[in-house]
């Protein structure tokens, strides 16, 4: 049983989980009986995963630091799959599968595999009762890839090592074709490769394709061929993704700058008055060297309240100089929302278009 | 009590024909203007696409879905290769030289042009010599021929012949859009469903682009069979996205908030009223909150009063108890104890913030959270309460834009306007917090530690970790 292609609720020996560390770290692991998970929050035994729920927090062997145990889906594995090559992100790939009206039962050529992060993505909405066939023309990560959707139990997933711009597209035991109904390009010239689809897809449905080229002299090589090959509605779109962080940023009002450079003012003017104070003071000692104790005191104390003033730090109404909590409930906040530090500016330019079936003969509009 | 909510009775057949266009659905026509309309495929029924004429519905039959069609005088069909009359590359090329090519009168007309724009000189209208009642004239003496008008107008317009190709070309695309009697028939998907409301009522879809609704339908990880918690105030383009994507198997329980729930759109969906009941089941938020008060009473009636009904009175009976069972059914596994559902998409504009903390404990353990809004601010809010909350992983939110281009090659550049908007995701994962609280390791840990050994204090101890959370 897939984890991709069916839910699970309870974990078992043997169950792939995917253990979330952190934002930027989740660890996919098949649970083994006394094996050990290593973090930089401590070691967490396989045994206590066992008979937990997907979805249960555990806590490490000396029983501090914590880990979540999740379920796979294509969206979290993408976050932490071993990357091979440039992968497919979330939002480019469920734009696609959208726009080409991907669904349970659907048939679809991906080519090529590179680190399987949109076979998992295809595998989980065409389902069970789908089909997808996926070509990667590099022997290792070919092998890699077939390992890992045979780990996986992707049963719905046939790979293939072919260099499909060379060989084509048709595989032993479709020699009639896929049947597929929507085709995913992933190759530096996908135009070579536009050639050999008439053999394998639909001849009873609209099919639809998407070229995924990071380069805009591949765009146009690729719109060519679509053309060329009867491919119409042909159209590229760019998808941005942006990612943003719910966050406090304080409510530092004008009219407290003012009362607290106010009050800066004023505790300037009441220690030059103490100092001049003082000073009139040492002078008067200087003055009648025998005035005693009494005084020395006076200026201790002097000293002392200054001191104290100085720690107190006045009128602080935004906490300089302290460490202050975002969202400190004696402080105005107002909600923000923060950008990534840095953004996918650009993933690949995505070619669409369409290529009707031909059921009933077309007749030229000008004959 | 038997909770479970699946029908024994699965529709007979819950796929829908998406090649072909068959008699009794739902499509959508792409007009020469970039205009949509939605239309049912009644059989022998006539079709008005207002200025572009009419059409008898039996003509398009058994053509595939993509198909592009022109009108004739009689109502009738031809297929055409495309919406508006595309000129190849090579025939521009070859325009120059004498050419074996068939050649059509607007082929004809455009051999002579310029190489820049600079004899053209703008005197406004006068520049076409024909007038718009000489057109209307034109239009009746020549059995309204697109071909032919466009032609005439070309012939009319003095200055044609200073543009250069591919001004020429952009001339005749929108005078085809203008006066060209021909449509395409695409299938109706929710894509299609979405862009017909993108130029008819916005507001009605929540301001959702296209790009979001892929993004929301990837991260709930929709699955065939899945039992998914739904609140859809579109009108049910989501639901209808989201039976696509089932294909009839599983389970969506939707909240909404009027006394019968509206999901209007799912009329275009092709799916039989059988199919759509045996997998939407709606639910109330007074239902939801106030399960004992709302469940219905039905009073079962013996075997011999039914008897003697009326035949009418009798299927009333049927239907009533029928509706009844499954409205408590409904509300039982609702409300359960049990965490029921495979995922969560709400897309409301009730706000979000006092209503999801009490769904969230309905969703099964590491099942997605997804939120959608058409402000970004409303979602800042509910990720802040969220970040708190222990039963949500990783909240964060997510906006996705597609940027369209003109795709010509050698003229490859951005559209200059594109609709702006298009809504933000909250993605999150439901997750069961440890019983009694856990102690996080991250700065400071050791301090800490040190100083109060044993004490389980959960906010602080939550701490760290949830920073990396």
Same mark, same amino acid.
């Given at each position: 049983? *897939? ?10 020996? !043997? ?26 929050? &401590? ?7 066992? !008979? ?52 349970? $039962? ?120 679509? %053309? ?30 003012? &009362? ?59 906490? %300089? ?47 | ?17 998406? $090649? ?13 203007? %970039? $205009? ?35 009108? *004739? ?41 310029? @190489? ?46 200073? %543009? ?35 130029e008819k009522d916005l507001s009605k879809i929540l301001n959702l682009s ?16 899945? #039992? ?8 049910? =383009? ?11 198997? $599983? ?14 759109? =799912? ?10 009941? *045996? ?42 108890? #029928? ?15 049990d965490s029921q559902f495979d995922g969560l998409l709400y897309c409301s ?16 353990? *590491? ?14 809010e509910l990720q802040h309460l969220l970040s708190k909350n222990l039963n ?42 440890? @019983? ?7 700065? &400071? ?25």
């Amino acid at each position: 049983m *897939s984890a991709f292609l069916e839910y699970k609720e309870v974990i078992g020996e !043997g169950d792939f989980v995917l253990a979330f560390i952190g934002r930027d770290n989740i660890k996919p692991i098949i649970v083994k009986k006394d094996d050990i998970l290593n973090t930089r929050y &401590g070691a967490f035994a396989h045994n206590s995963m066992i !008979g937990e729920k997907y979805g249960s927090q555990i806590t490490s062997l000396k029983g501090y630091g914590f880990i979540h145990l999740l379920h796979p889906t294509p969206e979290l594995w993408t976050l932490s799959l071993p990357h091979r090559t440039q992968i497919v992100y979330t939002p480019d790939s469920s734009y696609i599968i959208q726009r080409l009206n991907i669904t349970a $039962g659907s048939r679809v050529i991906e080519a090529g595999t590179g680190s399987g992060s949109f076979t998992h993505s295809f595998a989980r909405t065409l389902s069970k009762t789908g089909q997808l066939f996926t070509y990667e023309f590099h022997e290792s990560r070919y092998q890699q890839a077939k390992a890992e959707f045979e780990l996986h139990s992707l049963t719905n997933v046939i790979a293939t090592c072919r260099d499909v711009c060379k060989k084509g597209f048709v595989i032993d035991g479709y020699e009639s074709g896929c049947d597929a109904d929507s085709i995913f390009l992933d190759l530096p010239s996908p135009w070579e490769a536009i050639a050999h689809l008439p053999q394998v897809i639909s001849k009873s449905k609209r099919v639809g394709i998407c070229c995924f080229s990071p380069c805009i002299e591949q765009v146009i090589k690729t719109a060519e061929a679509l %053309k060329n090959h009867g491919w119409s509605n042909i159209e590229m779109v760019e998808i941005a993704g942006r990612k943003w962080e719910a966050r406090k940023e304080m409510i530092r009002d004008v009219s407290d700058v003012i &009362g607290r450079l106010k009050d800066i003012k004023r505790r300037k003017e009441e220690g030059i008055e103490i100092r001049d104070k003082l000073q009139n003071q040492n002078q008067n000692q200087k003055v009648g060297e025998k005035r005693g104790n009494e005084d020395s005191n006076e200026k201790e104390q002097f000293v002392k309240k200054t001191r104290i003033e100085r720690e107190e730090k006045g009128f602080n109404p935004f906490g %300089k100089g302290l460490r202050i909590k975002e969202g400190d409930e004696a402080y105005n906040w107002k909600d923000i929302s923060e950008p990534e530090t840095e953004v996918k500016s650009h993933t690949s330019y995505l070619t669409f278009a369409f290529k009707n079936a031909p059921t009933k003969p077309i007749v030229n509009h000008q004959s | 009590m038997d909770l479970s909510l699946e029908s024994a009775e699965k529709p007979v057949s819950f796929a829908k024909e998406t $090649g072909v266009i068959t008699v009794g659905q739902y499509v959508l026509i792409k007009l020469p203007s %970039k $205009g949509l309309k939605i239309v049912e495929t009644r059989s022998d029924g006539v079709i008005n696409l207002g200025k572009f004429g009419s059409f008898e519905v039996n003509g398009i039959l058994g053509f595939p879905f993509g198909q592009s069609f022109e009108i *004739s005088a009689d109502k009738k069909v031809s297929p055409v290769k495309s919406l508006v009359f595309e000129l190849e590359e090579e025939e521009l090329e070859n325009m120059d030289q004498e050419t074996s090519r068939e050649s059509t009168p607007i082929l004809e007309l455009m051999k002579n042009s310029s @190489e820049t724009n600079r004899d053209i000189i703008d005197i406004g209208s006068k520049i076409q010599g024909i007038t718009s009642e000489e057109i209307e004239l034109f239009k009746k003496q020549n059995n309204d021929n697109g071909e032919i008008l466009i032609s005439k107008i070309i012939e009319s317009h003095k200055g044609f012949n200073k %543009k250069t190709k591919y001004s020429q070309e952009k001339y005749i695309t929108r005078k085809q859009q203008k006066f060209m009697k021909k449509f395409t028939v695409e299938y109706l998907s929710s894509s299609n469903l979405l862009k017909y409301y993108e130029e008819k009522d916005l507001s009605k879809i929540l301001n959702l682009s296209e790009e979001t609704l892929g993004l929301m339908l990837n991260l709930l990880d929709i699955r065939p069979g899945g #039992k998914y918690f739904v609140v859809d105030e579109t009108g049910g =383009l989501i639901l209808y996205a989201m039976m696509e994507r089932m294909k009839g198997e $599983g389970l969506i329980v939707v909240g909404h908030e009027n006394e019968h729930p509206n999901f209007n759109l =799912l009329q275009y969906s092709n799916y039989t009223e059988s199919a759509i009941n *045996s997998m939407i089941k709606p639910i109330n938020w007074l239902q939801f909150f106030e399960p004992e008060n709302e469940k219905l009473i039905f009073n079962e009636q013996t075997k011999e009063a039914i008897e003697e009904l009326r035949p009418q009175k009798k299927l009333q009976y049927y239907r009533r108890q #029928k509706r009844i069972i499954e409205i408590n059914k409904t509300i039982d596994f609702v409300t359960g104890k049990d965490s029921q559902f495979d995922g969560l998409l709400y897309c409301s504009t009730i706000y979000p913030t006092t209503l999801i903390p009490n769904i969230i404990t309905k969703i099964k353990g *590491s099942r997605p959270i997804v939120v959608y809004n058409q402000y970004k601010e409303i979602l800042v809010e509910l990720q802040h309460l969220l970040s708190k909350n222990l039963n949500v992983l990783a909240p964060s939110i997510m906006e996705t834009r597609a940027r369209p281009y003109q795709t010509i090659p050698g003229r490859i550049h951005p559209l200059m306007s594109m609709r702006g908007g298009g809504g933000y995701l909250l993605w999150g994962t439901r997750v069961y917090p440890k @019983e009694g609280g856990v102690i996080a390791v991250g700065r &400071g840990f050791v301090r800490r530690n040190e100083r109060k050994k044993q004490k389980l204090e959960k906010e602080e101890d939550n701490d760290d970790n949830n920073k990396n959370n």
